[in-house]
């Protein structure tokens, strides 16, 4: 850790580094947004003798608790939201990916023992649980509007194509949408349109980019390669290719999409909400890797380290 008297970390960006595919513990690592705290094991830092487990997937902030989700651990931690001091194990969790806090409830998308008989868990903010969501298939990555939750179906261990859509209060399917080959991430504009990013699969299917109004299918925008992490900053569009940085931008009914080629294995992608875009580089998915700083042209201007396999990035704004 940079500042070893620095105490709060509540403030940044955080990557969950995936740590090696079953042989290895993943860990946070935590740069604050003026770049003056940084830390490469964030949670070991703070408690020594806790280890959050095998694939660190998720991170999301509550009102008291961060809850860190890891896949093959079977499990979910929460910490203290500012100290980041341990506070409980979710135990039993059948896969994990990516937890979620809405109206005061962790929502947290499970594929199950399969990759095929996933569901949504659902725990008040300090970890005891009120609710199952029977999804089936592998929800990955939601997104909660207008009392709804709109949940992507990833490929899991199998093939989907659905973009569900949950009535929160009856934790009911509303409605499915059926979209492009593996829906994985899902954003919304400011006008409440929402975009989800189909990656595709490796037997042919490429990726989508597909606009949905009123719940209902308005476009679907055929893209090249396998395609994911859609981001949004000020309705502007971006996501990723294995080695390449998509930004995309709607005008009227057309889309003008410019691409960047980077020299790195893409694993992730982020956008603060100050506008600043982040990929994060696996490398040789086995050793250290680095989060990567783009400028608005998708040109690299600063790398800094990371843990092993840094996959996902995420971010949080003081209140």
Known sequence: ??????????????????????????????????????????????NPNIDIGNIVQGIAFGEEYACVTANNAGQAMLFDVVTWEYKKTIYGLKKPRYPYFINGLWYITEWGNSGNDGGISVYLESGEKVGYINTGGAPEKMLEQDGKLYVTMSLGFNTDNRLIIIDLASETILKTLSLGTGPNSIVKNSDNVLYVLCGGDFVGNES?????????????????????????????????????VYKAQFNSNQVNIKSQSQDASIYGLGVSPFGEIYITNAKDFNSQGELIQLDNELNPISTLSAGVVPGQIFFREKP
């Open 1 to 46: 850790m940079q500042d070893n008297n620095f105490t709060e970390f509540d403030n940044g960006i955080y990557v969950a580094n995936e740590g090696v595919f079953n042989g290895g513990n993943g860990t946070v690592s935590y740069i604050s947004f003026d770049g003056q705290v940084t830390a490469n094991d964030l949670i070991k830092d703070v």
């Open 208 to 244: 989508r980019l597909v606009v949905i109004k009123n719940d209902m299918v308005e476009k679907s925008i055929l893209l090249q390669g396998n395609c994911s992490d859609l981001s949004i900053y000020k309705d502007i569009l971006y996501f990723h290719s294995f080695d390449k």
